[in-house]
């Protein structure tokens, strides 16, 4: 037999899914649509390869470096400075890997 759960108890169950918000603010471009992909695809490869790190504490603290920047700068709307931190960010991670292939 199903228990009744109401609309406003199952919407805080699910919250763990959705975050704080549950929409975005605004409508974005498709040019800022883009970007945010890019974004999160650099975070993701980041994720990713952080796995080949040895050492758990240093992965933790990696990933959690990797989400405070991605986080730190989520107020940017300006695309031209958004692809310049996409274009920071991958040269910095790139540095780092070969830094991490070599362990």
């Known amino acids: 037999m199903r228990r009744f759960v109401p609309s406003a108890t199952w919407q805080s169950l ?5 975050g704080r918000r549950t929409r975005l603010s605004a409508t ?3 040019e800022h649509f883009l970007q945010r992909a890019r974004v999160l695809s650099l975070y993701r490869t ?13 992965r933790a603290e990696t990933r959690r470096f990797a989400r405070d920047e991605i986080e730190r700068h989520s107020h940017v709307t300006d695309l031209d400075h958004i692809r310049y931190l996409i ?3 991958k040269t910095e991670w790139e540095s780092m890997e070969r830094y991490i292939d070599g362990l």
């Open 87 to 89: 274009s920071t960010g």
């Open 14 to 18: 699910r919250g763990y899914a959705t």
């Open 46 to 58: 980041i994720l990713r390869a952080t796995r080949r790190i040895p050492d758990p504490k240093t």
């Open 28 to 30: 974005l471009s498709l």
